[in-house]
């Protein structure tokens, strides 16, 4: 997103286009510095394609409910498993990257607000992590957050991905869809990914 306009059509997970009898191959998209570092060092000798994406921009360390760091000293990244970042009953937001800390912003808001709504990191985005999605299958409702292109992003796949599993909840994906240009901080707000477009959508999905 921080390329604006030039870069909205891509479709990242066209990387992953092989069959699957083919050599194995795993998008990443960690959520700060900390996971970075540890998904590269955890996967950077696994065979096959490996593609690790990240934004230009910085971003800020994910924290857990205590004010921690989640991603400091001890933590081992796990591919191909979805984290949760917060729990929640009332639903979940899935994100990853750079829009994972707006996501955390909308949720400890939406806390404050008396929703009890809960976040998953998906960093592995091409693979389903079946003991999350029954996890978040059986919840209210599940609500996917990302920069990257609407039609072709994980938001595109995961309602099919819930459906193939049997699950039902209320479901909706927000993600790139309009042209702009400027920075992030003008970008989130224009394509209703900041926390408050988060907590508009989650407050529409819940009402």
Known sequence: ???????????NFFADNGLDDGYETRLYFPADAGQMKACVEAVFNDPG??????????????????????????????????????????????????????ALDAVERLKQQGMDVGLINKPTLNVVDEEMMAKIGKSPFVLTIEAFNRKTGLGSRFGSWLLERGYTPKFAYLGTHEEGCGG??????????????????????AG
């Open 49 to 102: 394609l490996r593609f690790i994406f990240s934004t230009r921009s910085k971003t800020p360390n994910i924290l857990d409910a205590n004010g921690n760091s989640l991603y400091g000293e001890g933590y081992t990244f796990t591919p191909g498993k979805d984290e949760v970042i917060r729990e929640g009953s009332a639903g979940y937001i899935v994100a990853f990257g750079d829009a994972l800390y707006r």
């Open 184 to 205: 992030l901080w003008e970008q989130y707000p224009h394509q209703g990914l900041d926390p408050d477009g988060i907590i508009a959508k989650v407050k529409q999905l």
């Open 1 to 11: 997103m921080a390329d604006n306009t030039c870069h909205f059509g891509l479709n």
